[in-house]
């Protein structure tokens, strides 16, 4: 596909995340408008609650996008999405008759606050990236049982905390926890010493089932509404601590945050990709009979307090072992019913190679190789002060879908009682 | 504290689960009235919609009552939930001048359907027994290794999933899932064989907390609102071969089913009693300024499809080694924002004799020692066609806080694809 031209023009350019061929969905606010749903086309934001209500878009017969989450789009199904992106298309091509009506409800980027674009119903974070398991398997268990006896069988998951999925920008303070150093005989509590970050896509599911269903992989991919770059920030001490037998809880729940702008599916569309061939056969349910991930480049971006924004890690969403279909099928196998917003976190993405770590755990080999900065700071976790970005992009003949920045900034622990 | 007496007889008996002292919160329905807001009382449930429709009870400018779940009234904080219960009590007490009009809602207990009391926000699972621990630690990794060394300084929890939480009296497939027997190479997909039950209380928190905020044990104790009974349905076979190294995933997300009544702290509040002393000290973010456990007598009883009713274990709450407001302090420890809607499971309440054993797992020793029925059958597991019945009351000087039943029985799989 080659880039769709439309008449702002600074979604025509190569170079812009957000072209007339993504049309990605936000919530936004201004100095004078309540944060409401928001369409990204270059370096502008559509306010779509104003262009529901010129009846310029009608997808249903009460207003859908004058809230602050984009759940109501989702509830109205696959086909309305549909309507509601050709629509979009058709309002912002070149050759668009409504261009004068629309153009007034344009608001520059630069002008507007991003907020969560849903409401999280819950999120669950799973463990499909194989480069991630082995590098983690072998640092914690040895190089032969690297890779647990079932991670080739299923995609692990495990429950996160939905109540603290946050948006892109916002500040996290650095979490206490209960942490246990190797020589000591009990644990203390205080703040994370190995505070890290997690690279992964998030799917957003967008359909609901019910208590019993078990859809299939291909009905699990209808049921995406679209994707979002994800930080999994994870306090590694807290969590080697506490993670046995039942997972890790603290180590996750302080934090984790998204991009603002929704990614759609039928914008990733020319972008699929098949997941690697299996070296064990996968059992029926998770067979999937067309291609599930995206070719999507991704980066990991640190600056410290005050300095330059450098690029630690570059790797690519088309290294995954398990498609977010392939989770969602998987997540639903027992009868467990999914709702719209819904968040499934991929895992973390690592490529074969050392630069390709999505992880300072990974990219400092749990601390025994830290990475040294253009300043010449060295790090092996976040320091305080540090803000830490993803970027990431699916690259078209002439365009790029971009998901924008997820960046979050991290603040020193609060003192303890 | 002695029985308040009521207008209503049946409250005033000695064996009913719910006198004037108790007052629990559920949500009801009939063949003409929606889904609301009601109260038992002896055999009867008041109608909370008409009450405040009449300006009985008057807690919000807005109605609060006349929707399908408790959470505005939670929304409402601890002074509103401390008048909601002064005025019930007057309301219902024996010199109630208002006993005329409060007559006419009050409905029987026999013609009404129950319904989920709150939308569950999140649901956490805690492992706070130390007997359920041990017991499932020797069977698992030897006598040796039962407990893991974090559990003496911490209640390990793990996010469990909210949207298949269940009332009492919903019916639940077996669930189907990977199983791989000890002798096999690789896993199939299939109905579970080992369908468990966990005898846990259930601790509503209804009161929120800011990302960051990091409440003490007393202010987290002041931030629930009531006990349920939780039954924590588990397949073990599915869980055995998944939960490594992320903790139980769809063993556990096919159902959890609760009691329909809330229990509240105000009714509890006789029967405080501590943990147990401690073997070694736990940190100061989770000690107890007072008793936060409560003496509740539990039984877990099976009753075969078509059969009779059969007590198979016998417990008290007042076995478990942390509280509800501990785990809810551990839980935002990290900073984790809590929901008003956030269930709490305690982790399965195993006394120390045999019989007092929360889970079938726990009873027939993994399924080495399966128990007899008084029809002659054996149970090692739960059996299609079993009803799985959770009961509880507080014992006080002539009267009972009872938490009415948890059931569920349970069906046929599904048929796989």
């Known amino acids: 596909m080659t880039l769709l031209t439309s008449w702002i023009e600074s979604a025509n350019s190569a170079d812009t995340d957000f072209p007339l061929n993504n049309l990605p969905y936000g919530v936004f606010s201004t100095d004078t408008l309540e944060p409401r749903c928001g369409v990204a086309i270059g370096d502008m934001v559509l306010d779509m609650a104003a262009i529901e209500a010129e009846d310029l878009i009608l997808l249903h017969f009460d207003p859908v996008f004058d809230v602050p989450y984009w759940n109501d789009v989702m509830d109205l199904g696959p086909e309305a999405w549909a309507t509601l992106r050709s629509r979009l298309i058709e309002l912002l091509s070149t050759d668009s008759p409504d261009q004068a009506k629309v153009a007034l409800h344009l608001i520059p980027m630069a002008d507007v606050r991003l907020h969560m674009p849903i409401v999280v119903s819950e999120y669950t974070d799973f463990y499909a990236g194989r480069h991630h398991a082995t590098n983690v398997g072998t640092m914690f268990r040895g190089a032969e049982n690297a890779l647990p006896p079932n991670w080739l069988h299923m995609p692990i998951g495990y429950n996160g905390r939905a109540s603290t999925v946050v948006v892109s920008g916002t500040d996290i303070h650095r979490p206490n926890g209960q942490i246990k150093p190797a020589d000591a005989d009990r644990p203390y509590f205080g703040p994370s010493e190995r505070l890290d970050i997690e690279l992964e896509l998030g799917a957003i599911v967008g359909t609901s089932t019910d208590l019993g269903d078990t859809p299939s992989v291909a009905q699990a991919d209808e049921m995406i509404f679209g994707y979002v770059l994800l930080n999994d920030w994870s306090a590694r001490d807290i969590q080697a601590w ?176």
Chains 1, 2 share one sequence.
């Open 242 to 417: 506490e993670y046995q037998p039942l997972g890790p809880f603290q180590a996750k729940a302080f934090a984790t945050s998204i991009s603002p702008w929704i990614v759609t599916k039928a914008a990733l569309e020319p972008f699929r990709t098949s997941t690697p061939e299996r070296e064990v056969d996968l059992l029926p349910y998770l067979a999937e009979p067309k291609p599930m991930l995206y070719d999507i480049n991704l980066s990991v971006i640190l600056q410290p307090d005050g300095g330059e924004q450098q690029v630690i890690a570059r790797t690519n969403y088309n290294t995954m072992y398990y498609s977010a279909p392939q989770q969602l099928a998987h997540h639903a196998s027992s009868g467990c019913a999914m709702n719209a917003g819904d968040l499934l976190g991929s895992g973390t993405i690592s490529g074969a190679q050392k630069d390709a770590r999505g992880s300072l755990l990974e990219l400092s080999w749990g601390g025994a190789e830290p990475i040294t900065l253009n300043d010449g700071t060295t790090r092996s976790f976040v320091h305080d002060g540090d803000t830490m970005i993803l970027s990431g992009h699916a690259a078209g003949d002439g365009y790029r879908i971009g998901f924008g920045a997820c960046a979050g900034t991290i603040l020193p622990a609060k003192p303890t009682a």
